[in-house]
């Protein structure tokens, strides 16, 4: 019997106007109530996972920030969390000086950037949380951050992701979420090993466990659950690296899945 069930939000749980239908949620709340852990995974900070699972009432930790950092919706304080250091993000900021490439960080909630662009602005984030322009990140106060975020092009994004491996080698986890996105992490950050933490300490073992997402993000942790699930319209990657891939997309996936594995 699966005891956790750990869902990623954007273009998985989420519809496409960015809310969960009623007849998910309904299904999610009914879920908690037979005893099954219900938790989210996401790369949002933690001030818009926190909205949609009060909506659903989830008692579980959330995993933010690609895993970065797990915190109770209704906690003041981080259950853990892993931030980059500023001497790494110093590092990213100098390579993205040299390319022209729009830098994004996080800080306590907010996010951080050197002006408010059109790349700010896609960020569903912003919605939750203000932005802090800093003018220059080279002569701003760096603080650890649990993320950091380039927007380019989609047929720029590999060739970003390329370059910053080069440079800075191992010493963070990068991924996407979007096809326009590159994230970067502490490098002993992903969803799947903040999920594994998490685990331990509630007891459940990783076979107990179903994960569903759509992105590259989410490729770890699919790989990672005793029962990994790539939604409808997930990404090719991660439909290749699924054990089951729903025949709904999105929210309505989530109620597939449940109606499936949790009768």
Not at 26 to 29: F, G, M, S, T, V
């Given at each position: 019997m699966y005891k956790l069930l750990a869902i990623d939000l954007d273009d998985t749980l989420l519809a496409e106007d960015l809310t969960i239908p009623q007849e998910t949620a309904?299904?999610?709340?009914a879920l908690q109530q037979k005893g099954v852990g219900v938790t989210l995974a996401t790369g949002r900070m933690f001030t818009s996972a926190?909205?949609?699972?009060?909506?659903l009432g989830l008692k579980l930790p959330l995993v933010t920030y690609n895993g970065a950092v797990v915190r109770a919706a209704t906690s003041d304080t981080?259950?853990?969390s892993h931030l980059i250091p500023p001497e790494q993000i110093r590092e990213v900021i100098a390579c993205c000086k040299e390319h022209n490439w729009y830098l994004q960080l996080y800080s306590n909630d907010q996010i951080v950037v050197e002006k408010i662009t059109a790349e700010t602005r896609i960020d569903p984030d912003l919605k939750n949380t203000t932005a802090l322009e800093v003018d220059d990140f080279l002569t701003a106060?760096?603080?650890p951050s649990p993320k950091m975020m380039i927007v380019e092009t989609p047929e720029n994004i590999g060739r970003v992701a390329d370059t910053l491996r080069q440079t800075i080698g191992d010493a963070l986890y990068i991924t996407g979420s979007k096809p326009y996105l590159v994230e970067?992490?502490?490098r002993n950050v992903s969803k799947a090993k903040a999920l594994a933490e998490?685990?331990?300490?509630l007891g459940i073992d990783r076979r107990e466990?179903?994960?569903v997402g759509d992105s590259g993000n989410d490729l770890e942790m699919v790989e990672w659950a005793g029962l990994g699930i790539a939604v409808g319209n997930a990404s090719a990657t991660l439909k290749n690296a699924a054990d089951y891939i729903s025949t709904a997309q999105r929210s309505q996936a989530i109620c597939e899945i449940i109606d499936k594995y949790f009768k």
């Open positions: 309904a299904k999610l709340r926190r909205i949609y699972a009060l909506q981080a259950f853990f106060e760096i603080k970067m992490m502490s998490l685990c331990i300490k466990v179903i994960t």
